[in-house]
């Protein structure tokens, strides 16, 4: 039989409902703190006690509070434990290095009871602790009364037999009522264990019990102990138990431990079970004590080690002596450093400083962490970064701004840093591209080949040379045509052979051209006056078309509005166009794309046209803040949020590729070619945060609607350009 360590399991306690907190203005407000530092078993310090109502969380784990090592550590509120409250969500996570400095606040609301808090960093078990919340009158300052009873066969020393069980109890005279009794077997150094029902010991040897009860109130009464003695009950059992031990960890390419190894020791008894496992520690500093084994062992001190260990059985026969050895070493110091990056133009500059023709941009990196630079990207006139392999020549006429960062190997990023430069035109026109793509990589229809998407010597990019979005009335057609790009661009050197092979197999795999894809996407915005004008400004803020056909937001006239398209409804369609970040300063800009709405002027029921589309549309966010609202780039705003972390955030003032896709009632949003979001607009779903007169998705599910552009004020400032669409 299995080792229990004298315990045998136990029922828990049904939840408590937990109750209201005063509406009393004097316990409103109070701040708790709590600090930790290099120590991985208990917090530096930490409330005990605090009162019903608002409260701010202060976790700081910096060097002021005595971390001088970078350990990360959580502050982790427990809600799945009955015994104890479940209303405060906080697991916050902080080291001395993060972006505030260790220092991290939270506000919450408590309400009368108790919460475990603990850390949940791997070996970090012990850093936990209990917060007591009171209502906070102060009437009951009396801490209850507590009693012990242990009952079971004795023998005429009064040892118990087998086991010994212990009841505890407790009474409250303060008027406030017992909340809680625990208690602590031995010298158990963990915590205090929640009392349900009466404690079964039954290891052989010397045991005591402390216990203690608590008050709705706060109160604690003063610690108590029970002592007593278990014997073996008779017995032929002369066979010792079996022993085995297995060392875990993350190991180097020698076999030895980085940073830590784990020690987990087993014991079975067939006869009359298992009392006590005992280990002990051999370092290079001699051979380590005996010690009582309850948890695994984790060994973090540098060196050869031998862990020994032992069973006993409740009959006293005692397992002959086994050992584990391994060697723990220090990890190698992590490169934290990001690389260094420079830049060079040349070219032939006019007496104005402008190059004639073209400039030739020459981007370099190294890296001093130790880690080796992994890549080089660069970013030309806010497009998306591209991978930097030889210099880039630029020569389209106009000014330039090329952004430049590296990678190294341990994944540090250097900061973005940009030179600026003016091409002259030479007599050479403008490049001839079929389609405007700035992607990462080449996407054919919806299969992205993962090649990059190069410059090549037609100035075009490779996802521009490729006519996906063109109506194609056979696949066989389609094929025919994207082999031919592709042996220009092989014969250029732009392509090699593995990346022909994996577009050609990105084409094949796309269906452009078969039955049902035969026809392409039309233009709605296409930078031309004709274009713009066929859209309709209504509500608040404005949008203008810019020199180079793009639209951007106005700063002029506040106030929320929308830019809708109300030359026809769209069924199932596919919708893609490009949006940038152009808000000022360090802000970021909301905005979003509404599809699926009716017609927006004499609304029955919603006089405000702009208001037509928030209620009965479904807004897709554009919104890449770090901090605010909740609902990031990507989400189906009210209905299916999207994180920060999940939102494919790129470099604010770049050009993002964004495609809405809706077929039925089925929603799929793509950023830059990556699937980031996808909703089912079933019935029955409300908007949250709720708004009193919002119809839900009930109010949303039409087959057909238009398309619009949001405006939220005139700090969020945002561009979109290039918009077209598919029906499907």
């Known amino acids: 039989m299995l080792m229990l360590l004298g315990l045998q399991a136990v029922p828990t306690a049904a939840a408590r409902p937990s109750a209201q907190p005063k509406a009393d203005a004097a316990v409103a407000a109070q701040t708790l703190t709590w600090t930790a530092g290099d120590d991985i078993t208990r917090y530096v310090s930490a409330p005990t006690t605090a009162v019903a109502g608002r409260a701010t969380f202060v976790f700081e784990n910096s060097v002021a509070t005595g971390n001088t090592t970078g350990m990360p550590h959580t502050l982790t509120f427990v809600t799945n434990d009955p015994e104890f409250n479940d209303d405060v969500t906080v697991n916050i996570l902080a080291n001395p290095n993060d972006d505030l400095g260790g220092r991290h606040t939270a506000e919450v609301t408590l309400t009368p009871g108790r919460y475990f808090y603990h850390c949940t960093i791997p070996g970090h078990g012990q850093m936990q602790g209990i917060l007591v919340v009171s ?387 039309r233009a709605l915005l296409d930078g031309s006056a004709a274009s713009f004008a066929r859209w309709q400004q209504v509500g608040g803020g404005s949008f203008a078309r810019n020199a180079d056909g793009s639209i951007t937001s106005g700063t002029t006239r506040d106030g929320l509005g929308m830019l809708w398209f109300p030359q026809r409804k769209y069924g199932d369609f596919s919708l893609k166009l490009q949006w940038r970040d152009d808000a000022p300063g360090t802000g970021n800009a909301n905005s979003g794309v509404f599809v699926r709405f009716p017609w927006i002027h004499e609304h029955p029921e919603e006089p405000r046209p702009e208001w037509v589309a928030i209620k009965y549309g479904h807004e897709v966010q554009v919104l890449d803040r770090p901090d605010g609202d909740l609902y990031k780039t990507g989400s189906v705003y009210g209905f299916d949020r999207v994180g920060l972390a999940g939102a494919g955030v790129t470099q604010k003032g770049t050009w993002n590729d964004y495609e809405i896709r809706v077929v039925g009632q089925h929603y799929s949003v793509y950023r830059n070619g990556v699937l980031i979001n996808e909703f089912d607009n079933i019935g029955g779903q409300e908007f949250v945060p709720p708004r009193a007169d919002d119809p839900g998705t009930d109010g949303r599910r039409f087959a057909s609607g238009y398309i619009g552009l949001q405006v939220h004020s005139a700090t969020d400032v945002v561009s979109y350009r290039d918009i077209r669409i598919k029906e499907l």
Not at 188 to 193: A, L, Q, Y
Not at 196 to 224: C, L, M
Not at 299 to 316: C, I, L, N, S
Request: hydrophobic share 35%.
């Open 135 to 521: 209502e906070g009158g102060g009437e009951d300052t009396t801490p209850p009364e507590t009693a012990a009873r242990v009952t079971g066969t004795q023998n005429t020393q009064g040892a118990y037999v087998g086991s010994a069980s212990v009841a505890l109890s407790a009474t409250d005279d303060g008027g406030s009522g017992v909340d809680g009794i625990q208690y602590a077997v031995d010298d158990d150094p963990g915590d205090w264990i929640p009392y349900t029902a009466p404690v079964v010991v039954d290891q052989i040897g010397g045991h005591r019990i402390r216990y203690r009860a608590f008050d709705k109130a706060g109160n604690v009464s003063a610690e108590k102990t029970v002592t007593f003695t278990v014997v073996a009950p008779p017995s032929d059992d002369t066979a010792p138990p079996e022993t085995s031990a297995t060392v875990t960890g993350e190991q180097n390419a020698d076999g030895a431990y980085i940073d830590m190894a784990t020690v987990t020791v087993s014991a079975s008894d067939t006869g009359s079970g298992v009392n006590t496992i005992e280990y002990a520690v051999d370092s290079g500093t001699g051979s380590g004590a005996w010690e009582p084994y309850a948890t695994p062992v984790m060994v973090h001190q540098v060196g050869v080690h031998t862990v020994r260990y032992r069973a006993t059985d409740k009959a006293g026969n005692v397992s002959a002596e086994r050992s584990v050895r391994f060697t723990v070493v220090a990890a190698t110091p992590q490169d934290t450093t990001p690389p260094v990056t420079g830049v060079t133009v040349e070219g032939t500059r006019n007496s104005d400083g402008a190059y004639v023709g073209s400039a030739r941009v020459t981007v370099s990196a190294t890296d001093a962490g130790g880690s080796g630079v992994d890549r080089i990207e660069y970013s030309l006139d806010s497009g998306p970064y591209l991978a930097y392999g030889i210099p880039v020549t630029v020569d389209r006429a106009g000014p330039h701004t090329l952004a430049y960062r590296a990678v190294d190997k341990a994944g540090n990023t250097s900061a973005a840093r940009t030179v600026t430069f003016t091409v002259v035109s030479s007599q050479v026109p403008a490049p001839n591209c079929p389609e405007y793509d700035e992607r990462l990589t080449v996407v054919v229809g919806t299969v992205d080949s993962g090649v990059p998407n190069r410059l090549t010597d037609s100035r075009c990019r490779i996802n521009e040379l490729i006519e996906d979005e063109k109506e194609w009335t056979s696949h066989a057609l389609f094929l025919k045509y994207v082999t031919t790009v592709l042996n220009g661009l092989l014969a250029e050197g732009v392509v090699d052979q593995r990346e022909f092979d994996a577009i050609e197999q990105a084409a094949g795999r796309s269906g452009i051209g078969e039955p049902g894809q035969t026809e392409g996407y």
